[in-house]
T-cell receptor, first 114, second 109 residues
């Protein structure tokens, strides 16, 4: 099992460019999440998907869109990148009952917006 | 919204020392999670607990529900334990976690 995979690992964008971060899990989990991690801020939830076909905003959704393509895949799109979106992005999945949701994280994508 | 506070923010210790990292939260939870992140690395779930104590190798996690407090202990610390340790909580009927800002642990040989 690969667990949670993310692509790309690194990306440099210019302001205004767009890109999609890909995430896939092979653990048959219902829930998937996108986080950003900034120094001194901890992990902050951007969007999550409790099940295939549903998505909900997290703490910091502005400037992002998501797609839950199927049970395995959950993508994050930046339509017009801004320097404030420079961060490390983590995808995670979780498979137990709500409230007892152990999450498994991907390796992260380090994004720099110039 | 549940606030999660960790202490200390940074901790440096000699190899072999007993390590304690603390986590406090503000409202009722269904479970508390301890996660580990090595420098430049991914995030790994160490423990998920809702009561009592759990042990895995040299790591022990405890939780006191009444006091809204959890501790992560490392016995016989080793340089490979150097990492950021993150506390997070989940609430009943909610798939989301609320994270602390982490404790950076450095173990000197």
């Amino acid at each position: 099992n690969a667990g949670v995979t993310q692509t790309p690992k690194f990306q440099v964008l210019k302001t205004g460019q767009s890109m999609t971060l890909q995430c896939a899990q092979d653990m048959n989990h219902n829930s998937m999440y996108w986080y950003r991690q900034d120094p001194g801020m901890g992990l902050r939830l951007i969007y999550y998907s409790a099940s295939e076909g549903t998505t909900d905003k997290g703490e910091v959704p502005n400037g992002y869109n998501v797609s839950r393509l199927n049970k395995r895949e959950f993508s994050l799109r930046l339509e017009s990148a801004a320097p404030s979106q420079t961060s490390v992005y983590f995808c995670a999945s979780g498979g137990r009952s709500p409230g007892y949701n152990e999450q498994f994280f991907g390796p992260g994508t380090r994004l720099t917006v110039l | 919204k549940n606030e999660v506070e960790q202490s200390p923010q940074n901790l440096t210790a000699q190899e072999g020392e007993f390590i304690t990292i603390n986590c406090s939260y503000s409202v009722g939870i269904s479970a508390l999670h301890w996660l580990q992140q090595h420098p430049g690395g991914g995030i790994v779930s160490l423990f998920m607990l809702s009561s009592g104590k759990k042990k895995h190798g040299r790591l022990i996690a405890t939780i006191n529900i009444q006091e809204k407090h959890s501790s992560l202990h490392i016995t016989a610390s080793h340089p490979r334990d150097s990492a950021v340790y993150i506390c997070a909580v989940s609430n009943f009927g909610n798939e989301k976690l609320t994270f602390g800002t982490g404790t950076r642990l450095t173990i000197i040989p």
